[in-house]
């Protein structure tokens, strides 16, 4: 019998965390932590943590996510994005364990014309994003046996994302909603990039800074219009989509207008926007 490859899973109640344990391959032996179990922003934890299991591999799905909020508690979103990833980085790299971690299309300022390479110059907006740049910095620098997967607009079954709002709020009868158009990025289901994740633990680290998303092109309003399109072909409430611009729906914090990424690899049996409504 072969021995289990050995994974230990952080932040593992995160959309992306859930859609990992959902598909975990028969021959890992998964380790889950959440926030309680571990916070990465506590050096001596993560230590602990990591000398007590002893994983061939940790990915790191925690991250303050909170985008506008970071705005206005930027000492959490750097205590979490970038020293509670350095944690991790140090204590991988003590015991030279390999350590996946991801990162955002949100360390681009959007004013491409084209999707964004790995080897493109990252310049951050928001604090989310130079949160985010900085925790990619740690880890390539603290931590050898490292790699960093970018990804964009993330959607998913579980906890909070674009596509679970739109549905809420046809649900509750909203006939028509104002979504912007004029950001334009590539929705991915978090289940596509697990699948990714587990692919890229297969092989050897080749490059330490990979893109990740899926390939369809599209801004917030496109995205809106394809949940309600199915929703309406499935009977189901919807609601009308009035595109807006990003200055009439200001937030607090401005969002890359163009964030596509250049997905460095693909994926088998990609699972589309329309399998993920249909479990909903
Ligand atoms: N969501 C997107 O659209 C998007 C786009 C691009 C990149 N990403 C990146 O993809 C990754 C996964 O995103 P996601 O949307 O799946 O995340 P998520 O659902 O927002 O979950 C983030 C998780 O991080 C955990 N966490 C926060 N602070 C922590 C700490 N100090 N110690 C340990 N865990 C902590 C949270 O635990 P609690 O629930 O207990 O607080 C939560 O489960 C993140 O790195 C994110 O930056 C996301």
Redesign the pocket.
Known sequence: MSVPFKVLL??S?????RCIKDRAPDNWCLITM???Q????NQQQCRQVIDRYHPDAIIN?????AVDNAESDEHQAFL?NAQ?VKNLALACNIDNIRLVH????YVFDGTAKQPYQTTDTPNPISVYGRS?LAGELLVLAHCAQSQIIR????YSEY?H?FMKTMIRLAEEGRGEVKVVDDQIGCPTY?GNLAQAIIGLLKKPINNRLLHYCDSEIMSWSDFAKAVFSYRQQKGQAYCTVSPVSSSEYPTPVKRPAYSVLQSGFDIENKVSLSSVLDKM
């Open positions: 952080i932040g109640n995160s959309q992306l965390g959440t926030s309680s571990l916070d990465i922003t799905t925690a991250a303050y996510t979490v509670g991801i990162s955002t299309d985010k990804t964009s607009w993330l906890g994302n978090a």
